[in-house]
């Protein structure tokens, strides 16, 4: 099933300089989505359409079937959450409790539910000793998990993520990783940018391609190891697709490699480090 359709997609700043052009994508349900480009290849202003940040300018966007528009933004925004990159842009109450709340309170849901999904987002992000903290007194990795603990309490259908990973030690970044997955294997779609290449052959499901406000291809993960396009996107081909190319077998994290690399004998092993 599609979770999200775009087409026809235009965006101009503005100063009319063109952000996006003519941008015609599908997202599939419950997978892991990565959109990668270079800085300023659309994947921000991309994402920000995805639940109404940016208006539609020019041609359409559906998230399972409801268009982005001005007169359904409500009903949108319950299904898709977006994480911005700064989490201090999302983080504005006096406490962590009620900046968690303030989505559900919105819903006009009664209050015994609210205090209910705000206790269980805490509980999600093992984050109920910060909850009478204020956010600004926060680190950058517990100022993301509140965020989330926001978006997942309103339980929205798609999470939308702009760079979500930046700025965390790898300790953390395994561990929202692990959170993410546990999200989707729960139903969630997620859709997420990055410039880091091997994170998204290592993680995501499927890719998106971007250059210049444009899609390149879309497709499954091995997309990223086709080097013309990867050329054209000006991005490296994963390092994992690099070392293994010509392997019938292509692992996709270090782990994956380890093993092939043990499995298949010493002789194979000797020529990956020439």
Excluded at 48 to 69: C, D, K, M
Excluded at 111 to 122: F, N, S, Y
Excluded at 155 to 182: H, I, K, M, N, T
Excluded at 195 to 219: C, F, I, N, P, T
Aim: proline share 6%; with cysteine; glycine share 8%.
């Amino acid at each position: 099933m599609i979770a999200i359709a775009i087409k026809n997609l235009s965006y101009h700043y503005p100063d009319r300089t063109p952000a996006l052009l003519d941008i015609n994508l599908q997202v599939k349900r419950g997978l892991k989505t990565a959109i990668l480009g270079m800085n300023g290849s659309g994947k921000t202003t991309l994402l920000y359409h995805l639940n109404g940040v940016i208006p539609v300018e020019s041609g359409e966007v559906q998230v399972f079937g409801t268009p982005v528009v001005k007169e359904r933004i409500t009903e949108v925004r319950r299904m898709v959450g977006l994480l911005f990159d700064n989490p201090d842009n999302q983080l504005f109450s006096t406490t962590l409790r009620n900046d968690i709340a303030f989505g559900p309170r919105n819903l006009r849901l009664e209050p015994a539910l609210v205090h209910r999904k705000v206790e269980e987002a805490m509980q999600l992000l093992s984050i109920e000793d910060l909850a009478d903290r204020p956010p600004y007194c926060l680190s950058l990795g517990q100022k993301k998990r509140a965020a989330i603990a926001g978006l997942i309490s309103m339980e929205p259908q798609v999470l939308v993520f702009d760079e979500p990973f930046s700025g965390l030690d790898p300790a953390l970044g395994r561990q929202f990783r692990e959170l993410l997955d546990e999200l989707v294997s729960g139903g969630c779609t997620l859709v997420y940018s990055t410039h880091d290449v091997d994170l998204a052959y290592a993680w995501a499901d499927e890719v998106v391609l971007m250059h210049s406000g444009r899609v390149l291809k879309s497709g499954p993960v091995d997309l990223l190891c086709d080097e013309k396009t990867m050329m054209r996107a000006n991005l490296p081909v994963p390092l994992l697709g690099r070392l293994f190319q010509g392997w019938n077998e292509k692992p996709r994290t270090l782990e994956e490699a380890l093993n092939l690399m043990g499995s298949t004998g010493l002789a194979k092993g000797k020529r990956l480090q020439a």
